[in-house]
């Protein structure tokens, strides 16, 4: 009888095994050489909050490393905007690149970065710009996230302007969106 169910005991264990092998390599997150792609919902503010509007988001991006990732990105935005003479529609879109570090490899991943790239559209100066992000990436599924980001970009038309927009001429971008790694 003790042999009995000790051999029942280790046949368990023993088909447990594969489970368990399976389970430890699943990761969550990205590997090098993966990519990725996100797709989220945006909205922006002046740097002092007074006006704003919101629009869609895309990204896609190559991962460098397990931890570093570059891409590009594709905004288009909407604003309407009612005032005491004016009660127009605007429409405008930016295009940038941008390179992140995301920190830690478990489910919650923040990261910071920089983009760079243009504006364009009504109501808004065409320009170059800058900007710095900081984010979250949350896991729900090994290779599914959810993504929260901010943006601080500032605009310039030359080099000479870059360092003076920083504090004078810049805008808060917020977005909220849901990407896959493949």
Do not use: H
């Not at 943006?151 to 030359?158: H, I, N």
């Amino acid at each position: 009888m003790i042999k009995l169910n000790t051999a029942a005991i280790t046949l368990c264990l023993l088909g447990a095994l594969p489970m368990s092998v399976a389970a430890q390599s699943s990761s969550v997150g990205p590997n090098q050489g993966d990519r990725e792609f996100s797709l989220s919902g945006t909205g922006s503010s002046d740097r002092n909050l007074d006006s704003g509007s919101f629009g869609v988001s895309g990204d896609l991006g190559w991962y460098l490393s397990d931890n570093l990732v570059a891409g590009a990105r594709q905004s288009i935005n909407y604003a309407s905007i009612e005032g005491a003479d004016i009660e127009d529609d605007y429409w405008n879109g930016s295009t940038r690149g941008y390179l992140n570090y995301q920190f830690l490899d478990n489910r919650a991943r923040p990261f910071v970065g920089g983009s760079l790239g243009g504006i364009y559209g009504d109501g808004v100066k065409d320009s170059a710009f800058a900007g710095l992000e900081t984010g979250l990436k949350y896991y729900v599924r090994p290779k599914t996230y959810f993504i929260g980001r901010v943006e601080y970009q500032f605009f310039f038309s030359d080099s000479d302007e870059a360092s003076d927009a920083f504090q004078d001429d810049g805008a808060w971008a917020y977005t909220v969106g849901l990407g896959y790694n493949f």
